[in-house]
């Protein structure tokens, strides 16, 4: 009877700290809960979902669960529900509408879930119940590109009386005006005495940017530079230019290169561009979310480099997938 | 006759069979697949399992009478975002500025009426012009969501207010705000259509339309107060989320005509009219989240979700075929 009482009780014993060890292992990794806007809509947000479960699987100390919203907002908002609801250690958001996740955002927040918006922001109004932005910087690429644009003048020996026109993103969009805004304040700074003569919107839309650039053409006679809010608008005005037979002096720049760009670069029709990794995004994202689980303290706007890239230095960056 | 009962029990109990072994199969998955150490039966869970399925099941529930009915309605996603878009622009409008909150009951109601005004649009149209029910919605789901667009652009529609939000967020008795809206439109519905004679006459109409008009049933008023009710219950499923969301992007509710119909074909209704009933349907809604939120409980990748409920649609098809067929033999001997 003892020996069998002593028995139980060792193999109790045993049980429990088997369990125990198994118990401090389940809870070993941090878990992240991720909600994306909409994977397969295009390659950037695709290639983005790739390189962020490589990301978490190169990392075993986190775990992560991998939701997409499909770009529909209610799904989104359930998702941020069953994360809360599964108690993850983070979540990050990449939104399908910069308002609707608000108050999804602020249940993680009161439920003391630090949350990661990526990519693009939500708005103003949510900023109180968000851990930390992880993203390209609008600005900066603005004022990067103006420096591109200032260097080329620099190097044909024009930056003294080159004139330029630009063409923005759709009017209303954070990203439409942060990159004219940062090209409009650095342009002056680096090259003062070339002229931005007009801005006209191309609504992100090539055809749109070619048509503006037709009336441009039109209105000016001396057009030395083209700046455009990204490069499907930029191609989309250098198209106009090439169809003028005007592309020839022309330093065609945009605020992120695209495929068409890095094509068109490649030709040496246009000049260059500011270069976005969904890679590096994806990364930079996964990586804000476990400094916050850490316990770093990181800024509200974390964002992550985007260098420029030119005819010059092309060489060195993969063709983009978007 | 014992096995057509049989039929008829498998073919009405087998959308909560589904549901249980939905829960089982994901329970103990969730086990072993799960990162949570949560129950995929927590409470909170399967609160929020109700709460989520409120803005299809409310649609659901009015696509029930309509599929009763033999017609079908492609329009509610657009709808659905109109009423939206009403709702929450008019929350901005000068001249409720004056209102304080009180612009809240204001804006349900316009965004209602919204749903209502384009529902009798549908009705109108299929009952003055005996066009098939199909072809008008499919084209006035191009036409509203043509409105959505010229509302605002590709701009969303915004405007959060925090009152409507905790409103929207609140818990009575545990469930939220939009499971006690499911509720009532369920228990209303169900209520219209097995006690009154309008939901008679709905049965009737879908099981034979000439009959129903022999039977001196006047079926065009019947089938366009049927679309203004769909049309209510659009907008309504759009004040309950947008209430708690503040925002709405011009694209909002596509597709929602399709898993609307999934849920109710899921929950027995017959697409050719006649049969159908708004429980089976409440269920086909809960067993279309429930997959949703196991497959992403279970760290299944989301679009592993489109497939399964496409096979199950399918095999559910298939099933009420076979089940039907098997019914008529019997007859025959």
Redesign the interface.
Known sequence: MTLRTVLTATAATAALTVAGAAHAEAHGPMRIGITQNNVGVDSYQTTYEKAFIAAAEANDKVEVVVLDAGGDVARQIAQMEDLIQQEVDAIIIWPTNGEAVIPAVRKAHSAGIPVVVTNSNIAEAGFDFVATFSGPDNVTQGSRSAEIMCDRFKALGIENEAQVVQISGQPGYTTAIERQQGFDDRLPEVCPNVTLVETQPGDWNREKSQQVMEAFLVKYDNIDGVYAGDDNMGVGALNAALAADRAEGITFVGATNFSVGYEAMERGEYWGSIYQSPVDDAEAALQSAIELVSGTELPFLNYFDTPKITQDNMSEFTKPVF | MEAGKLSKFLKNGAIWGFILFELIFFSVAGEFM?????AFM?V??ML?LL??SA?IGIIAVGMTIIMINGNIDLSVGAIFALSAVILLDSMTWPVFADLGDWVIPVSWTLALLTGVVLGAINGLIVWKTGVDAFIVTLGSMLGFRGLVFMYNG???T?S?NWTL?DF??AQFLGFHTATWFLAVVTVVIWYVMTRTVHGRNAYAIGDNREAAVNAGIKVGPHMLINFMIIGFLAALSAVV??S??????P??GQLYELWVITAVVLGGTKLTGGAGSIISTLGGVLAIQLL??GL??I?A???TVNLVIGLILIAVLFLDRQLNTRGKEELKI
């Open positions: 799960s990162l949570s150490d949560k927590d909170d869970n929020l709460k989520q803005p590709e701009n969303p915004s959060l939000v929207a967020e989320f947008y708690e969301s503040g925002s709405v992007n694209n909002d949703r939120k992403g409980h760290g990748d989301t679009s």
